[in-house]
């Protein structure tokens, strides 16, 4: 009879139970909705163990990568250890060891963190000062053995975590880390399907983070970035981007302003107009949508339109409320 564990308590899952009716059954308080793997509003996740395949029909691939299923779908066979979405976790602490203007308003924060980080390149992650004020920043690095994180952040006008880290964090600072969410983030197993990134401000970290780990593992196929502002100071890495695209035959960069001066170079106009104007048809391409939340809705629903499917299509809106960015 397998073993449930969640939230440091244990239950027995019959063999004909299902881990939801099992966690009812022991009048645990969890989220769910249809009941038939319809809603996904039981999706929960097990760090210990690969769920079975029925329990993850209908899931992104970068949710399958974490071992999050359908709780009401899944009949396990072996103890599995269970943590809730949004659950919070435990804080890690980490020293700032670098930062860098990017551009007028944007800091690259670098932290080196102590213990064990599991992380995927694009996820974001919450950070917090001594007070304990939160935000989310995506990460912009591989992971390495000098245990790095990479963030970019802008500076928001009244925008307490940011102002604090571009005018009061120096390197040697302690910044506590909280463990690595989101699904935006790369997987492999088709080398060859098509990527189109778009981003805007500091989307381009997440994005860079995609663009380098597709690289790493070998991606063959098309790569299309299109990162976005209105002004050229509000865009960043514009000749590292073009120097990438010079020695990687598959990447193409697109950097792109809406505001009315545009030099030579740049493509004029918004980002996901410009990327949707210039790949109108997007069968079968994997979609990356990164930055202000009005940009990543209207993209998502254009590239929807233009053929790509809603499974191949991640995004990262980074919405004030949660992100500073």
């Known amino acids: 009879m397998p073993k449930l564990t969640l939230n440091n308590k244990s239950y027995h899952c019959e063999s004909d139970e299902t881990v939801l009716d099992a966690l009812l059954a022991n009048n645990v308080d969890i989220a769910y909705g249809c009941k038939q793997g319809g809603c996904q509003s039981c999706l929960i996740r097990s760090p210990n163990q690969t769920p079975p395949d029925e329990a993850q ?20 066979v072996e103890d599995m250890a269970l943590e809730e979405i ?58 390495s053995t000098e245990k790095r994180l990479e963030f970019h952040i802008r500076k928001l006008p009244n925008g307490g975590f940011s102002e604090w880290v571009h005018d009061h964090l120096s390197i040697g600072d302690t910044v506590s880390l909280q463990e690595p969410t989101g699904n935006c983030f790369y997987i492999s197993g088709e080398p060859e399907q098509p990527l189109l990134l778009i981003g805007t401000g500091t989307g381009l970290a997440p994005l860079a983070g995609i663009l380098h780990d597709a690289l790493e593992q070998g991606h063959t196929g098309p790569i299309h970035l299109f990162h976005g502002s209105r002004n050229n100071e509000g865009l960043y890495w514009v000749d590292e981007m073009e120097a990438l695209a010079g020695k990687k035959e598959n990447f193409n960069y697109s950097p792109c302003l809406s505001g009315p001066d545009v030099p030579q170079g740049y493509t004029a106009g918004r980002a996901h107009l410009e990327a949707l104007k210039a790949l109108p048809k997007l069968n079968g391409w994997r979609v990356f949508l990164c930055g202000h939340p009005e940009m990543v809705k209207d993209a998502q629903k254009k590239a929807y339109l233009a053929g790509a499917s809603l499974k191949d299509i991640y995004t990262d809106a980074f919405t004030v409320s949660t992100a500073e960015s």
């Open 86 to 143: 949004g659950a919070e976790g435990s804080f890690i602490d980490s020293t700032v060891v670098s930062l860098k203007a990017l551009n007028p308003d944007t800091l690259e924060l670098i932290v080196e963190y102590k213990g064990e980080l599991t992380f995927r390149p694009g996820q974001f992650i919450n950070l917090k000062r001594e007070d304990g004020l939160l935000r989310s920043y995506s990460i912009a690095n591989l992971p």
């Open 57 to 76: 029909n209908g899931l992104k691939q970068t949710q399958k990568a974490q071992n999050y299923f359908l709780a009401c779908m899944c009949k396990p």
